[in-house]
């Protein structure tokens, strides 16, 4: 099997210009970044296909030899698939951060920019004794409160509330004297 040199220089480049490109803080330039990444894996698996042969049918006569191989087709068919999904979320996060900040470019958070100054000036084990948890057997956060029971509304609680849904039972209203659903031993007439 004898592989050309030149694709895999290519797909060398491609790959290398790819990850300086996702470096960027420019979302535009990840998404470069990101489509180059994904051409280079493509070309890597059409290098990896080897030599280009017979489609991959079984027919009886055919040398299996002298068959290509399928499997670098069916990974190169899915990570265009990925490639696309991916873009496309790409590009719905460039087109929300346009609208939001008339720029793609990602700026630093304050609260980042304070923690690794603090971590800087601060020695390791006041921060790993600042993430040890005094109540590590606790497992939820609702451990003593009082949780209320869910109320299902009915027709007649609320003046809005429009039950149109078909129902076995006769409706009865809330506003209504004779209905004694409220009362204690709940009797009804």
Same mark, same amino acid.
């Given at each position: ?46 290098? /990896?296909?080897? !030599?280009?042969?017979? *489609? ?6 055919? @040398?299996?030899?002298?068959? $290509? &191989? ?42 980042? /920019?304070?923690? !690794?100054?603090?971590? *800087? ?6 921060? @790993?004794?600042?993430?040890? $948890? &005094? ?45 004694? !659903? ?8």
């Amino acid at each position: 099997m004898s592989v050309s040199l030149v694709l895999i220089i290519v797909m060398a480049v491609l790959f290398a210009c790819g990850v300086y490109a996702m470096l960027e803080r420019s979302l535009t330039r990840v998404l470069i970044g990101f489509l180059l990444l994904g051409n280079a894996a493509n070309l890597l698996l059409l290098i /990896v296909m080897g !030599r280009p042969g017979v *489609a991959p049918f079984y027919d009886g006569e055919t @040398d299996a030899a002298e068959m $290509s &191989d399928a499997l670098p087709q069916a990974l190169t068919l899915t990570a265009i698939v990925i490639t696309f999904a991916i873009s496309a979320f790409l590009l719905a996060l460039i087109y929300r951060s346009w609208q939001l900040g008339q720029a793609d470019t990602v700026i630093d958070d304050a609260d980042d /920019v304070a923690l !690794r100054t603090r971590a *800087a000036d601060e020695p390791e084990d006041a921060i @790993d004794e600042e993430s040890r $948890s &005094d109540d590590e057997d606790v497992t939820t956060d609702f451990v003593g409160d009082v949780a209320s029971p869910i109320r299902v509304l009915h027709q007649g609680d609320l003046s809005q509330l429009v039950d149109d849904a078909p129902v076995d039972r006769v409706a009865v209203r809330r506003d209504d004297p004779t209905d004694r !659903r409220d009362t204690p031993d709940g009797d009804r007439p």
